[in-house]
């Protein structure tokens, strides 16, 4: 069964308003989740990593400020895309490392969609 | 990380084998082999890990020869269900994935 759950699966909204997106881990817990965003026919691209009560490390090109995380808790890590625009609109997916790092769970994906 | 470089697409035919062919021509020392499965508007799923020679679950084999610069995922009789995105990704255990252009695999009937 899936090990990673996200939150909402797709959702739409207006420019300017601010979106948030829940990564979960299922019955274990995650210290590091990772954000991805891919755009239609293009593969994914690592925004940002996110660590368990310290701060999220963004990549390279990836405005911090814009791209909200949250890793309060060992199960849930949080992305809030803050004053969405058209732009934005993507697919953004979470993973978390497996028991022994060796390889991710993925999460199914939350398909935005901004207006 | 090390680069990787994959055919952008194949197509196929339900019943047959398919094989895509990836180059890690920088691949280090402690670096694994790891192939994704993507469907559309899905998250990536995992296939199958290597580090050399051969290695064979219940879905697919991964060949790797003895210089580690390339892999080949291979695929037996396929079917329209396996029509999706291969990835092919090198890296140790760091967390950090990279992914590449990917492979669309199209499984014909």
């Known amino acids: 069964g899936a090990v990673v759950s996200q939150h909402p699966s797709w959702v739409i909204c207006k420019s300017g308003t601010s979106v948030k997106i829940e990564c979960r881990s299922l019955d274990f817990q995650a210290t590091t989740m990772f954000w991805y965003r891919q755009f239609p026919k293009q593969s994914l691209m690592l925004m940002a990593t996110s660590n368990e009560g310290s701060k999220a490390t963004y990549e390279q090109g990836v405005e911090k400020d814009k791209f909200l995380i949250n890793h309060a808790s060992l199960t849930l890590s949080t992305l809030t895309v803050t004053s969405a625009h058209p732009e934005d609109s993507s697919f953004y997916i979470c993973?978390?490392?497996?028991?022994?790092?060796?390889?991710?769970?993925f999460g199914p994906g939350t398909r935005l969609l901004v207006l | 990380l090390a680069k990787t470089t994959q055919p952008i697409s194949m197509d196929s035919y339900e019943g047959q084998e398919v094989n895509i062919t990836c180059s890690h021509n920088n691949i280090a020392t402690n670096d694994y082999i790891t192939w994704y499965q993507q469907f559309p508007s899905q998250g990536p799923r995992f296939i199958i890990q290597g580090y050399k020679t051969k290695v064979t679950n219940e879905v697919a084999s991964l060949f790797i020869p003895a210089d580690r610069k390339s892999s080949t995922l291979s695929l037996p009789r396929v079917s329209l269900s396996d029509t999706a995105v291969y990835y092919c990704l090198v890296g140790s255990n760091d967390y950090k994935l990279s992914f590449g252009a990917g492979t669309t695999v199209t499984v014909r009937a």
């Open positions: 993973s978390t490392p497996t028991e022994y790092q060796e390889t991710q769970y």
